[in-house]
């Protein structure tokens, strides 16, 4: 291991759930294109095909953290489109042909009976069976030793979102939310042994999905939950936080990733059981309500955000605040100047006796 990827494990960790060492600075090259190959898990083609461009993802990231000495730990980033669980219940995944879009998945539910006679779904499908493929091939190619990433995942509410039409499921939360419930405890179960049975095959391997980050797999799962800004604090508890709750006891904590309009739901954000990293979309919004629900508690992590955003944010920082800052979408060159520009805002410090909780 690299004495700086060694240096950075102990860093993010301690930004994490340790002392204070000052907030975290990471670049992302961007990936290598496949747009010939497209997504893995979608395509007939021998999964070993795609071997050599998450390899020389891997060689990119290495390479970025020698030269510019972020806060970053290389790893493989195995990153999916959002319908991999959706697609176990038997959702189609349609494919936007020309478009610069990621796949999604189709409902197949309409009706809560349907959604009560759905089976329970299991590992055993193509896409997770090429998902793991590819980081068995990665593992043989790189080592063990190389952290391998989990693809994108959904909370299991939002799994259910995605099987069941959005239109009457919003509406079977207040006429039939029995349903809802029995629907969620499937694709919670679903996840809940897809991250079980990750850990137990690659024990280095990350569950980071994003922002694109390295952080120690026994302090959590990291899981989007995308629909919460359509409905109120008291929806979430009923059908939202019960299963993130057990994800967190589980697995150490919880990272959650929401680009929802969901700041009337903060509160309920803050009763998730060691809720260590929240990524938000803030669009037009100013980031001061994030600020000062979280600072002492939670990690704010942002990716592809404007420079004068960030600026913003520091500007708006408590002396609990800690920030985990993703560049993305620029080339090592480009973001140099960018890079040493906000190392003088947010520099590395000596680490502060304080804990985040």
Partial sequence: MLAKEERNRKYLADLFAGPFPGHALLYVPPAVPRDELGDYTLSDRPVREWVPYYVKDYQDRVHSLEVLDDDSVP???????????????????????????????????QTPQQADLLPQASLDTPMFERFFELARLL?????????????????????????????????????????????????????KSFLLTFKAEFPNGILAHYPSTWAPPELGCWLSEDEVGAFNQAMFEQFCLPSLADLSSTFGGL???????????????KKIPNLRGLNRNFYDLSPKRAIDAFSGQTVLMMAGTAEG?????????????????????????????????????????????????
Wanted: with cysteine; aromatic share 12%; charged share 20%.
């Fill in 75 to 109: 790893y493989v980033y195995l990153i999916t489109h959002t319908g991999l669980f959706a697609a176990a219940f038997g959702c189609p995944i349609h494919i936007y042909h020309g478009l610069d879009t990621n796949p999604a998945a189709r409902p197949i539910v």
């Fill in 139 to 191: 593992r043989q190619e790189l080592g063990p030793d190389v952290p391998l990433s989990v693809p994108d995942l959904q909370s299991p509410f939002d799994i259910a979102a995605l099987i069941w039409e959005k239109l009457s499921f919003y509406t079977a939360m207040l006429d039939h939310p029995d349903s809802i419930h029995r629907l969620v405890e499937k694709t919670h179960h679903l996840l």
């Fill in 255 to 269: 990272f959650m990733h929401c680009c929802a309009n969901a700041e009337h739901q903060y509160a309920g954000f």
């Fill in 309 to 357: 955003k960030l600026h913003e944010m520091l500007d708006l920082t408590h002396p609990d605040t800690r920030f985990l800052f993703v560049i993305d979408y620029f080339s090592l060159e480009e973001v140099k100047p960018l890079y040493e520009r906000l190392r003088l805002r947010m520099p590395r410090i000596s680490p502060s006796p304080g804990r985040l909780g």
